[in-house]
Protein backbone atom coordinates (compact mmCIF):
# COMPACT_ATOMS: atom_id res chain seq x y z
CA UNK A 1 0.00 0.00 0.00
CA UNK A 2 1.38 3.63 -0.89
CA UNK A 3 2.08 5.39 2.39
CA UNK A 4 0.12 7.68 4.20
CA UNK A 5 0.16 11.09 3.01
CA UNK A 6 0.18 13.87 5.59
CA UNK A 7 -1.42 17.30 4.59
CA UNK A 8 1.18 20.05 4.94
CA UNK A 9 4.11 18.01 5.98
CA UNK A 10 6.68 20.34 4.71
CA UNK A 11 9.60 17.90 4.83
CA UNK A 12 7.11 15.96 1.70
CA UNK A 13 6.54 19.40 0.47
CA UNK A 14 10.32 21.17 -0.23
CA UNK A 15 12.52 18.16 0.51
CA UNK A 16 10.76 14.95 -0.25
CA UNK A 17 12.05 11.72 0.18
CA UNK A 18 15.45 12.01 -2.26
CA UNK A 19 18.53 11.40 -0.91
CA UNK A 20 19.94 15.79 -0.77
CA UNK A 21 22.53 15.22 -3.21
CA UNK A 22 19.84 14.91 -5.96
CA UNK A 23 19.52 18.37 -5.67
CA UNK A 24 22.98 18.63 -7.25
CA UNK A 25 21.70 15.88 -9.86
CA UNK A 26 18.81 18.41 -10.60
CA UNK A 27 21.11 21.00 -11.28
CA UNK A 28 23.45 18.80 -13.28
CA UNK A 29 20.60 17.92 -15.51
CA UNK A 30 19.07 21.48 -15.59
CA UNK A 31 22.27 22.61 -16.90
CA UNK A 32 23.28 19.97 -19.35
CA UNK A 33 19.60 20.06 -21.14
CA UNK A 34 19.28 23.88 -21.28
CA UNK A 35 22.72 24.28 -23.36
CA UNK A 36 21.46 21.54 -25.52
CA UNK A 37 18.16 22.75 -25.93
CA UNK A 38 19.71 26.59 -26.64
CA UNK A 39 21.98 25.02 -28.95
CA UNK A 40 18.95 23.68 -30.81
CA UNK A 41 16.82 26.55 -30.72
CA UNK A 42 19.66 28.56 -31.73
CA UNK A 43 19.91 25.98 -34.92
CA UNK A 44 15.79 26.89 -35.80
CA UNK A 45 16.14 30.30 -35.41
CA UNK A 46 14.57 32.53 -32.82
CA UNK A 47 11.57 34.32 -33.38
CA UNK A 48 8.78 36.25 -31.27
CA UNK A 49 5.75 34.97 -29.88
CA UNK A 50 3.82 37.12 -31.53
CA UNK A 51 5.92 35.14 -35.16
CA UNK A 52 5.37 31.84 -34.14
CA UNK A 53 3.25 29.49 -36.46
CA UNK A 54 1.20 27.03 -35.40
CA UNK A 55 4.08 24.38 -36.10
CA UNK A 56 6.51 26.25 -33.95
CA UNK A 57 4.12 27.02 -31.29
CA UNK A 58 3.34 23.04 -30.92
CA UNK A 59 7.28 22.56 -30.79
CA UNK A 60 7.31 24.62 -28.25
CA UNK A 61 4.83 23.04 -26.24
CA UNK A 62 6.23 19.56 -27.01
CA UNK A 63 10.13 21.23 -25.42
CA UNK A 64 8.61 22.25 -22.60
CA UNK A 65 7.01 18.79 -22.05
CA UNK A 66 10.01 17.09 -22.92
CA UNK A 67 12.42 19.25 -21.21
CA UNK A 68 11.08 19.57 -17.71
CA UNK A 69 10.06 16.02 -17.02
CA UNK A 70 13.99 15.46 -17.22
CA UNK A 71 15.05 17.87 -15.09
CA UNK A 72 14.03 16.33 -11.62
CA UNK A 73 12.36 13.32 -12.34
CA UNK A 74 14.94 10.67 -11.63
CA UNK A 75 13.53 7.73 -13.70
CA UNK A 76 13.64 9.72 -16.93
CA UNK A 77 17.27 9.20 -18.66
CA UNK A 78 18.40 12.26 -19.66
CA UNK A 79 19.33 10.68 -23.36
CA UNK A 80 15.58 9.77 -24.08
CA UNK A 81 15.07 13.35 -23.37
CA UNK A 82 17.44 14.32 -25.63
CA UNK A 83 16.37 12.23 -28.04
CA UNK A 84 12.77 13.83 -27.81
CA UNK A 85 13.95 17.05 -27.96
CA UNK A 86 15.82 16.59 -31.15
CA UNK A 87 13.26 14.61 -33.10
CA UNK A 88 10.46 17.35 -32.06
CA UNK A 89 13.38 20.13 -33.17
CA UNK A 90 14.01 17.89 -36.83
CA UNK A 91 10.52 17.54 -37.14
CA UNK A 92 9.65 21.29 -36.91
CA UNK A 93 12.81 22.10 -39.71
CA UNK A 94 11.35 19.45 -41.97
CA UNK A 95 8.28 20.99 -41.91
CA UNK A 96 9.78 24.39 -42.63
CA UNK A 97 11.42 23.12 -45.24
CA UNK A 98 7.72 21.36 -46.46
CA UNK A 99 6.48 25.32 -45.77
CA UNK A 100 8.94 26.81 -48.28
CA UNK A 101 8.91 24.60 -50.92
CA UNK A 102 5.60 23.58 -51.37
CA UNK A 103 2.48 26.48 -51.54
CA UNK A 104 -0.13 24.09 -50.54
CA UNK A 105 1.34 22.54 -47.79
CA UNK A 106 2.09 26.39 -46.12
CA UNK A 107 -1.77 26.29 -46.90
CA UNK A 108 -2.83 23.14 -45.23
CA UNK A 109 -0.57 23.74 -42.07
CA UNK A 110 -0.37 27.50 -41.87
CA UNK A 111 -3.74 29.16 -42.67
CA UNK A 112 -4.09 32.17 -45.04
CA UNK A 113 -4.69 35.39 -44.86
CA UNK A 114 -8.73 35.94 -44.50
CA UNK A 115 -10.58 39.92 -45.90
CA UNK A 116 -12.12 41.11 -42.47
CA UNK A 117 -13.28 44.44 -43.79
CA UNK A 118 -13.92 45.68 -46.96
CA UNK A 119 -15.24 48.85 -48.28
CA UNK A 120 -15.52 50.57 -44.66
CA UNK A 121 -17.60 47.61 -43.35
CA UNK A 122 -16.69 44.60 -41.13
CA UNK A 123 -17.16 40.82 -43.70
CA UNK A 124 -18.80 38.60 -41.58
CA UNK A 125 -17.87 35.54 -42.90
CA UNK A 126 -14.29 36.47 -42.20
CA UNK A 127 -14.49 36.96 -38.65
CA UNK A 128 -16.33 33.66 -38.44
CA UNK A 129 -13.60 31.94 -39.87
CA UNK A 130 -11.26 33.27 -37.75
CA UNK A 131 -13.25 33.18 -34.93
CA UNK A 132 -13.01 36.83 -33.76
CA UNK A 133 -16.26 39.21 -33.12
CA UNK A 134 -16.39 42.63 -34.39
CA UNK A 135 -15.42 44.40 -31.08
CA UNK A 136 -12.00 42.02 -31.44
CA UNK A 137 -11.59 43.28 -34.87
CA UNK A 138 -12.29 46.57 -33.79
CA UNK A 139 -9.46 46.73 -30.99
CA UNK A 140 -7.03 45.65 -33.13
CA UNK A 141 -8.10 48.01 -35.87
CA UNK A 142 -7.42 50.79 -33.26
CA UNK A 143 -4.42 49.18 -32.72
CA UNK A 144 -3.54 49.92 -36.30
CA UNK A 145 -4.37 53.77 -35.68
CA UNK A 146 -8.11 53.28 -37.39
CA UNK A 147 -10.50 55.59 -35.51
CA UNK A 148 -13.13 55.22 -38.67
CA UNK A 149 -14.06 52.36 -40.34
CA UNK A 150 -14.06 54.74 -43.40
CA UNK A 151 -10.84 54.69 -43.05
CA UNK A 152 -10.14 51.20 -44.50
CA UNK A 153 -10.66 50.19 -48.04
CA UNK A 154 -9.66 46.67 -46.84
CA UNK A 155 -8.09 44.33 -44.26
CA UNK A 156 -6.52 40.92 -43.91
CA UNK A 157 -6.27 38.98 -40.49
CA UNK A 158 -2.82 36.96 -41.60
CA UNK A 159 -2.30 33.33 -40.20
CA UNK A 160 0.30 34.86 -38.32
CA UNK A 161 -2.56 36.24 -36.21
CA UNK A 162 -1.68 40.04 -37.65
CA UNK A 163 -3.59 42.40 -38.88
CA UNK A 164 -3.05 44.24 -42.26
CA UNK A 165 -4.60 47.32 -43.22
CA UNK A 166 -4.84 49.23 -46.39
CA UNK A 167 -6.53 52.37 -46.19
CA UNK A 168 -8.71 54.05 -48.80
CA UNK A 169 -7.24 57.10 -50.47
CA UNK A 170 -10.55 59.37 -49.50
CA UNK A 171 -11.64 58.13 -46.60
CA UNK A 172 -15.93 57.86 -46.55
CA UNK A 173 -18.47 58.08 -44.16
CA UNK A 174 -18.33 55.01 -41.90
CA UNK A 175 -18.76 53.85 -38.33
CA UNK A 176 -16.63 55.78 -35.63
CA UNK A 177 -14.56 52.72 -33.25
CA UNK A 178 -13.06 55.60 -31.40
CA UNK A 179 -13.77 55.75 -28.63
CA UNK A 180 -14.54 51.78 -27.97
CA UNK A 181 -17.66 50.79 -28.60
CA UNK A 182 -18.14 49.26 -25.34
CA UNK A 183 -19.12 52.67 -24.42
CA UNK A 184 -22.08 52.67 -26.48
CA UNK A 185 -23.17 54.36 -29.92
CA UNK A 186 -24.77 57.82 -30.46
CA UNK A 187 -28.54 57.18 -31.92
CA UNK A 188 -29.38 57.91 -35.92
CA UNK A 189 -29.84 61.05 -36.99
CA UNK A 190 -32.30 62.31 -39.32
CA UNK A 191 -31.21 63.28 -42.62
CA UNK A 192 -27.63 61.98 -42.16
CA UNK A 193 -26.57 58.55 -43.32
CA UNK A 194 -26.83 55.60 -41.25
CA UNK A 195 -24.51 52.60 -40.72
CA UNK A 196 -25.00 49.26 -38.28
CA UNK A 197 -23.56 49.54 -35.31
CA UNK A 198 -22.24 46.62 -35.40
CA UNK A 199 -20.23 45.95 -38.74
CA UNK A 200 -20.15 49.35 -40.18
CA UNK A 201 -22.39 48.57 -43.15
CA UNK A 202 -24.41 51.94 -44.44
CA UNK A 203 -27.74 51.80 -44.40
CA UNK A 204 -30.40 53.27 -45.87
CA UNK A 205 -33.36 53.06 -43.71
CA UNK A 206 -32.72 54.42 -39.88
CA UNK A 207 -35.39 51.80 -38.97
CA UNK A 208 -34.92 48.92 -37.04
CA UNK A 209 -34.95 45.77 -40.08
CA UNK A 210 -31.89 44.14 -39.41
CA UNK A 211 -28.84 44.75 -41.06
CA UNK A 212 -28.75 42.81 -43.88
CA UNK A 213 -24.75 41.87 -43.74
CA UNK A 214 -24.46 41.00 -39.93
CA UNK A 215 -28.19 41.19 -38.77
CA UNK A 216 -28.16 43.49 -36.38
CA UNK A 217 -30.54 46.38 -35.38
CA UNK A 218 -28.13 48.78 -33.97
CA UNK A 219 -28.03 52.07 -35.93
CA UNK A 220 -25.47 54.87 -35.55
CA UNK A 221 -24.66 58.07 -37.29
CA UNK A 222 -22.26 57.18 -40.04
CA UNK A 223 -19.16 60.02 -39.96
CA UNK A 224 -15.85 60.62 -41.31
CA UNK A 225 -14.40 61.49 -38.30
CA UNK A 226 -13.96 59.32 -35.18
Given at each position: ?????????????????????????????????????????????????????????????????????????????????????????????????????????????????????????????????R??????????????????????????????????V????????????????????????????????????????????P?????D????????A?
Open positions: MPPEIIPFDLHRMFIGDAPPLFLLEIAARTLLIYLYTLLLLRWVGGRSVAQLSIVEFLMVIALGSAVGDSLFYPDVPLLHAMLVITLVVLFDKAIDAANRRFRKVKRVIDGQPVAVVEDGHILCDGIATRIGTMELMELLRMQGIENMGQVRVAYLEASGQLSFQADQPQPGLAIVPPVEFGFPPPVAGQPSCCANCGLILESHGTDCPACKTGRTPATTA
